[in-house]
């Protein structure tokens, strides 16, 4: 098979979430153990970092891969899910890996998963292991797909544990409340190592304090560390100058001790990034801690171009000038409320909101926060787990929300931006898979 036939065959022949929702999720870590079996463990043959969370965990981890590469390090980085190309997921020092790796992995053990049944993603997992052990990564950035304690990428013993924070997410797999999913997260805090977590919420962070006191790990809350977020300004959304560059930085000031702050930059323009930048510090300090040549000099050059090293997408992304045209992948109620603050920092005269979800979340969380007086152009991602535009709609139009259905993501966005006047904003989102059609 060459490259577009044997992603073919991956997607077609492997229970994959993003098509099947909740029954692609296998709730126990036998098959990855099973496929890494056979592939003689590569998951014990290379360092790594852990890093989960309900909202950021993605930025973080392309963070903090940046910083790495910048220091000399052969970084390994996986994420999920991609937006255009299977290889976003698997990438050494930013770049993807190889049509040819994908083509040899499948062919060698086609039979295997025949044999084992994995899930798209356990297939996965094992893939980039294999790889990041191969091509003998110094550290590997390893970001879960879902919840922690039965995520795949579970089997690794990682230098560091990151928690970014806990959310109402995929409620129908983690559980109904926010300890419970706090507990499945949780999961990946392994004995006697060090974990952070990213934002100390009073309803959850006894959670993550008992299970690192039971397994005896060290635990820090970044948002209570010594790394200040002082100040901070960005100009991305403004509409004051006609020659706005559409790829301006975030540019933030930490202060770090009474005697030490530094100046960043981050090419991640969302303000939400100002939480996450503090959590991708304090997994700085632990890695330096552990031995890792880190200086702040490799912080403020690798954080100033993320995008650049390591390829990510969609983050408050400025994808047209005129008119101002602005997605993001936040699709729950914490990462909507997140977006909705940057929407609100914007200078615009009309909101024209191109949105999408899927149809196996409540989404009416999302919707009651919304803003009424935008103009809304419902469209369907195009996987089977999209949901209609037209029931989109009509469910919207109970919380007083108004627009028209398209029959694409590509078609909705056209129309909006046709329809937007010069001081408007266009903003897409509702679903990382509405993003994907649309960058």
């Not at 577009?4 to 098959?31: C, H, M, V, W």
Request: glycine share 8%; proline share 3%; charged share 20%.
């Amino acid at each position: 098979m060459n490259y577009q036939e044997t992603i073919q065959y991956l997607f077609s022949q492997l229970p994959l979430f993003t098509r099947d929702g909740a029954s692609a999720y296998k709730a126990d870590l036998t098959n990855t153990l099973a496929l890494c079996a056979l592939l003689d463990n590569p998951q014990h043959k290379f360092k790594s970092v852990h890093i989960g969370g309900t909202n950021g965990k993605g930025s973080t981890s392309h963070m903090l891969a940046a910083v790495l590469q910048t220091a000399g390090y052969k970084t390994g980085l996986y994420t999920s899910p991609h937006l255009k190309d299977f290889r976003e997921r698997i990438r050494i020092n930013g770049a993807m890996i190889s049509e040819q790796s994908v083509i040899d992995f499948v062919a060698a053990h086609r039979a295997d998963f025949e044999d084992i049944k994995p899930s798209f993603f356990e297939m996965t997992v094992a893939l980039a292991f294999d790889i990041f052990a191969k091509e003998k990564v110094d550290i590997a950035i390893v970001e879960v797909g879902l919840g922690g304690r039965l995520d795949s990428t579970n089997i690794i013993t990682p230098l560091l544990s990151v928690i970014t924070n806990i959310g109402w997410d995929h409620m129908n797999i983690l559980g109904n409340t926010l300890p419970l999913i706090a507990s499945e997260k949780a999961g990946i805090i392994k004995p006697g190592i060090p974990v952070i977590i990213g934002e100390n919420q009073p309803e959850v962070s006894s959670v993550f304090i008992e299970k690192a006191k039971k397994e005896n790990s060290r635990i820090s809350f970044a948002s209570d560390g010594k790394s200040e977020v002082r100040s901070w300004k960005s100009g991305v959304g403004s509409l004051e100058s006609e020659n706005r560059n559409p790829n301006e930085l975030l540019d933030i000031k930490v202060t770090q001790s009474e005697s030490k702050s530094i100046d960043l930059s981050l090419d991640l323009t969302g303000t939400y990034q100002l939480k996450n930048i503090k959590t991708v510090l304090a997994a700085v300090d632990e890695l330096r801690l552990q031995g890792f040549k880190i200086t702040d000099e490799h912080l403020k050059t690798a954080l100033s171009q993320v995008k650049t090293l390591t390829g990510l997408h969609g983050r408050w992304e400025v994808l047209n000038k005129q008119p101002l045209t602005i997605c993001d992948t936040g699709h729950n109620p914490e990462g909507i409320k997140e977006v909705l603050q940057n929407i609100t920092s914007v200078k615009y005269t009309h909101l024209h909101f191109v949105l999408g979800v899927v149809n196996d979340k409540d989404i009416s969380k999302i919707l009651a926060m919304l803003p009424q007086k935008a103009t809304y152009y419902f469209c369907k991602p195009d996987i089977p787990r999209g949901l209609d535009a037209e029931n989109l709609k009509e469910t919207a139009e109970g919380f007083n929300l108004h627009g028209q259905t398209y029959t694409s993501v590509k078609i909705a966005l056209q129309a909006a931006q046709k329809a937007a006047a010069g001081n408007d904003l266009v903003f897409v989102g509702g679903s990382t898979f509405v993003v994907a059609e649309a960058v």
